[in-house]
Each structure stands twice: as C-alpha cells, then as structure tokens.
C-alpha cells in the first residue's frame, strides 16, 4: 500500500499527487494537523515536513526526493527524458522552481493568511467541531505567521521572486515554442512550475479553489487578477485542464 502524508493545501503536497497520478500509481492520502503532524513525518522519514511517501517499507520524505524515487522505482511514464541536455536542463528547472514554492507560499500567506477560509483548509485534517476550529484558528495562525516570518517585508520580497519565477515560466514558453517548458511532453519541470504556482490561480478542483479573492483589498485583487491573466498564469491553468 501507497501512503502520502500530507497537508491538503500544501503545493508541495500537490506536486508528489500529480507525479503519483501521472504515473497511475495507486495511493491513498493521510491528512495531518499542522503543528500536530511533526512526531508522524520524524517517525516515518525522519523530516520535519511533508510529504511524505510511505510505500511499503519504503519511507520517503520531501517532495523532490519523493519524485526521484518515483522516477527510479516507478520508471512508466517518466517525467525526465532521456536525452542528456534535455534530463540536465528539466533537473535543474526542477530545483529553481521548488525553491520558488517557498517564495509562493511566502506571498499567499502574506495575502490570505487571514482569511477564514484558509484557517478552515489547514484544520480540516482534524474533523473537530467548528467553535473548536475557530478556537485553533488564531493560534495557529500566529504560529504560521512566526515559522515562515510572514510580515510586510517578507511578503514583498516574496512577491519580487514570483515575478521572476512567472517570467521564467513565459521565457521558456517562448524558447521552447510550445506547451510545455522542456521538450514536447510533460517533464518533472512542468509539473514542479504549474503545482507550486496553482495556489495563485484558485482552480477548480484544487485545494485552494476556496480561498475567496473577491472579499480581498482592492490593490489585492488587482495583483491577483494580473498574475491569472498573464501567460504564466494561463499556463498554468491549461497544465491543470489538459495534464492534471
């Protein structure tokens, strides 16, 4: 049996699902509580984070370790081409586009994070009462707030490295002259790119269909209104519609 443990709204999460489901790999899915989840993932991988894979009596935790036992173990329908410059260059997105998903989560958080809706997706694991949930909520709230030091300046520095992180999503576009970043199919960079950026774009079917935009500050909407307007983001959509 195929366990991932996971957080439901977390991007990395998402991007070891795509990767599972891609390759048509059953798994089943156990949620965790944040804060709650750290004694689980030490004793299964010894990480302090999810995802976690358990697969058999395989343990595997952290999502880009994660897609490369995948891709050793599971090589049906590979996600990295064969071809040397084509492997390198997919490897190497993958790394820069995983590291643009802390910066992601920086910048949503900065903008959402107090937002009930997004207290309600991060309890949710726990099935507990809701007078109990909005009890948890300020707490853990805070709690986020302290662990990946979202204050104003943090945000906007996040919100920079989006930026180039959506541009780097289009300039590829454009050098490699079609739908996907690397080659004619979809790669390891794909799905890295289009997981870690789907939280800004609220798509249907995904954990953050539910954080509400409308209800946000004006300059707020607008921000985010351009970001699914633009080529990125309407990448990122046609990734989900037609790969997802």
């Known amino acids: 049996m195929r366990i991932l443990y ?3 709204i977390s991007h990395y999460c998402e991007k070891s699902r795509w990767q599972l489901e891609h390759k048509g790999l059953a798994y089943e899915t156990r949620d965790l509580l944040p804060g709650a989840h750290w004694p689980r993932t030490r004793w299964l991988a010894r990480i302090g984070t999810v995802p976690v894979l358990r697969d058999g009596e395989r343990r595997v935790g952290d999502s880009t370790k994660i897609a490369y036992y995948l ?7 590979s ?4 071809d040397a410059a084509l492997r390198h260059r997919v490897i190497e997105l993958e790394q820069q586009f995983d590291r643009l998903g802390v910066h992601l989560r920086t910048w949503m958080y900065g903008h959402v994070l107090d937002r009930p809706e997004t207290m309600e ?7 507990m009462a809701p007078w109990i949930t909005r009890l948890l909520a300020p707490p853990l709230r805070e709690a986020i707030r302290r662990k990946y030091a979202i204050n104003p300046k943090s945000v906007v520095y996040a919100g920079e490295r ?3 992180g959506l541009t780097l999503v289009e300039t590829l576009l454009v050098q490699n002259g079609g739908d996907y970043l690397v080659g ?3 790669t390891l960079a794909d799905i890295t790119a289009a997981s870690l950026l789907a939280p800004m774009m609220g798509i249907a079917g995904t954990p953050w ?3 509400e935009v409308s209800s946000l500050p004006e300059p707020v909407r607008h921000q985010f209104r351009l970001v699914r307007e633009r080529p990125a983001g309407q990448w990122v959509k046609e990734r989900y ?3 997802r």
């Open 121 to 127: 997706l991060l309890l949710a694991p726990a099935g």
């Open 184 to 186: 004619d199919r979809l």
């Open 209 to 211: 269909e539910g954080i």
């Open 6 to 8: 996971q957080f439901p």
């Open 162 to 164: 989006v930026e180039d």
């Open 71 to 77: 891709e050793k173990y599971y090589p049906e329908r």
């Open 241 to 243: 519609l037609r790969d």
């Open 79 to 82: 996600l990295i081409p064969e």
